[in-house]
Nanobody, 120 residues
């Protein structure tokens, strides 16, 4: 089993910045893709940013140029630097990780979520 623990959420004014962290722990063999998703009230969960083990990144159009995803493979940790935050970025942010274990068994894990609130 792999556990994901997010931190760094909070309340910030529009135009401000926050940095989210997500650390994986447990019986880790290899973590491939990692990503951040978000879910606002009444909306579906959406992909915000993703990063491969090799560092290739992708972003939702709504956050391009404002958010940066990065990771530290040695620490099994993924980060999301969020700048120029807007009220529409308000959501619960979830970390996601794709793990390959012994026997090439693949599992996908979610964190518990961290609230990000951007006031206008």
């Amino acid at each position: 089993q792999v556990q994901l623990a997010e931190s760094g959420g909070g309340l910030v004014q529009a135009g401000g910045s926050l940095r989210l962290s997500c650390a994986a722990s447990g019986s880790i063999l290899t973590i491939n893709d990692m990503g951040w998703y978000r879910q606002a009230p009444g909306k579906q969960r959406e992909l915000v940013a993703a990063i491969t083990r090799g560092g290739t990144t992708s972003y939702a159009d709504s956050v391009k140029g404002r958010f940066t995803i990065s990771r530290d493979n040695a620490k099994n940790t993924v980060y999301l630097q969020m700048n120029s935050l807007k009220p529409e970025d308000t959501a619960v942010y979830y970390c996601n990780a794709d793990h390959i274990g012994w026997g090439l068994i693949r599992n996908n894990y979610w964190g518990q979520g961290t609230q990000v609130t951007v006031s206008s």
